[in-house]
């Protein structure tokens, strides 16, 4: 079992749509959340940091459920911009200092 | 400002031979982590450098290894190269163990 697992996709919206990601993580005792962004052939871009209570950065929702070890990333009124793919990280854990443990990634296509 | 440097950008090897990375960190951060990221993959993560030791490794073979300069640069060399090890190799740097990592261009490596 990967220790991040996310829906590679595709997922293809028409621009103004909102879109949701989610992705599951096996280690209980992983401290830090994040989204990272990534353009095709570009090295991956920290979108935000996701905390138990949500965090809302303009058009970017995120989510994190420890309970079910779950973390989610909510798009509204998609751009074509936002078209990339997403990134659910996560880090830290027993013995874990700093490395960052990536799910394979979620490619959204915003259509006009 | 600069930011995270990579060089080279492009790298064509062949099976068998030794390749050498460099990566330069954000100024002002000290510890420097290496990811492979193959093709439709999210990074996997190599290992970390901190006060030019390596302080933690990921599930990568001794073929893979690294070195943390005073200047806080790093290099990551890799002997008998396989064909699985073309991908995209990340270096992020961040300032102290566990905060926020930044990420290089990267360098492309084909094995041929």
């Known amino acids: 079992r990967k220790e991040v697992e996310q829906d590679p996709g595709p997922f293809n919206v028409p621009e103004g749509a909102t879109v949701a990601f989610n992705c599951t993580y096996s280690n209980s005792a992983s401290q830090s959340f994040f989204w990272y962004r990534q353009d095709c052939r570009k090295e991956p871009k920290l979108l935000m940091s996701v905390y138990s209570s949500g965090n809302e950065d303009g058009r970017f929702t995120a989510q994190l459920n420890r309970a079910s070890q779950y973390i989610s990333l909510l798009i509204r009124d998609s751009k074509l911009s936002d078209s990339a793919t997403y990134l659910c990280v996560v880090k830290g854990g027993s013995g874990n200092t700093g490395k960052l443990i990536f799910g394979q990634g979620t490619t959204l296509q915003v259509k006009p | 400002d600069a930011g995270v440097t990579q060089s080279p950008t492009h790298l064509i090897k062949t099976r068998g031979q030794q390749v050498t990375l460099r990566c330069s960190p954000k100024s002002g951060h000290d510890t420097v982590s290496w990811y492979q990221q193959a093709l439709g993959q999210g990074p996997q993560f190599i290992f970390q450098?901190?006060?030019?030791?390596?302080?933690q490794r990921g599930n990568f073979p001794d073929r893979f290894s690294g070195h943390q300069f005073p200047n806080y640069s790093s290099e990551l060399n890799v002997n008998a190269l396989l064909l699985g090890d073309s991908a995209l190799y990340l270096c992020?740097?961040?300032?102290?163990?566990?905060?926020?990592?930044?990420f290089g261009p990267g360098t492309r490596l084909l094995v041929l």
């Open positions: 992020a740097s961040s300032q102290g163990l566990r905060e926020t990592q930044y």
């Open positions: 450098y901190y006060e030019e030791e390596e302080r």
